[in-house]
């Protein structure tokens, strides 16, 4: 091959480099998309899940009717929570002198701190238990007993990260960004048998199958969930989380002190 000898004109120079920087241009990474608000919930979800419980209130409204509970939600070992509200507002003023009354939920079952009563299931019991198929039907029971990613009070955060249905909203409170979702029945996962199950349960009148479930979250700096509000139909639950923290230790009471009114209810909301 000949030897070209002589000087390289100043074009052949600047064409010669910019020939150089071509593939490196090429190779370079480009600037990096900012997260999409689904994926930011979806964080949410995933560091509220490996906490495993969380302290807050939680405000559900069923056709008008307003229930607020001090709530312990407990889900790394199995779902539990530990909750109060009035007594009256649900229903069992007559059932203990305490103006409040306490509620556990472990591995699918709800035991009530009553008083002991002169006569039935609950004589001389200081709990009485209703198992959860009572009030969601055997379909949904099932998710509230071992292991289910829904046990997280946050899941339906992951749940709207994997639809994608999610904006940010100009409204959040200080140090708080909210999120507006929407949810359609079959994009509930696991959550699906408790709102929407193919036989009624005890929320049926108030959810009226309603055909989507409408999110809202605010997440502070921290990452986390401050507040999740649920709407399905007549019924909204809205959680208010004031931290999270290590799995709570949520234990059901000793059987020989529960009363079992699980058929009562059964028979009341027709779930039999």
């Known amino acids: ?23 490196l241009a090429g190779c370079a990474d480009p600037s990096p998309l900012p997260p999409r608000p689904s994926d930011l919930v979806g964080r949410a979800a995933d560091r509220a899940g490996r906490l495993g419980a969380a302290d807050g209130t939680q405000t559900t409204v069923m056709n008008g009717a307003t229930t607020t509970w001090r709530t312990t939600y ?25 103006r ?18 002169p006569s039935g299931p609950l004589r001389g019991k200081e709990w009485m238990k209703v198992d959860s198929s009572a009030v969601y039907g055997d379909e949904g029971a099932r998710v509230l007993r071992g292991d289910s990613p829904a046990h997280n009070p946050a899941y339906l955060l992951d749940r709207l990260r994997a639809t994608g249905s999610v904006t940010k909203e100009d409204d959040g409170e200080k140090g708080l960004t909210h999120y507006k979702g929407a949810l359609k029945p079959e994009d509930l996962g696991d959550l699906r048998a408790l709102y929407f199950p193919k036989k009624p349960n005890a929320f049926s009148p108030a959810t009226g199958y309603a055909a989507i479930v409408l999110v809202d979250t605010w997440i502070g700096s921290d990452g986390l969930p401050a507040r999740i509000t649920e709407h399905i139909g007549g019924l909204t639950i809205d959680m208010n989380f004031r931290r999270f923290h290590a799995t709570a230790g949520i234990t059901a009471p000793p059987p020989d002190r529960v009363g079992d009114m699980t058929a009562q209810y059964k028979k009341a909301y027709g779930t039999q």
């Open 74 to 98: 407990s889900w790394g070992e199995g779902y539990a929570t530990d909750a109060t509200t009035d007594a009256d507002a649900l229903g069992m003023g007559r059932l203990t002198k305490q």
């Open 100 to 117: 409040d009354i306490r509620c556990l939920l472990v591995d699918g079952v709800y035991y009530y701190d009553v008083d002991p009563q």
């Open 1 to 23: 091959m000949p030897v070209i000898r002589g000087r390289i004109s100043a074009r052949t120079q600047a064409a010669a480099a910019l020939a150089l920087l071509l593939p």
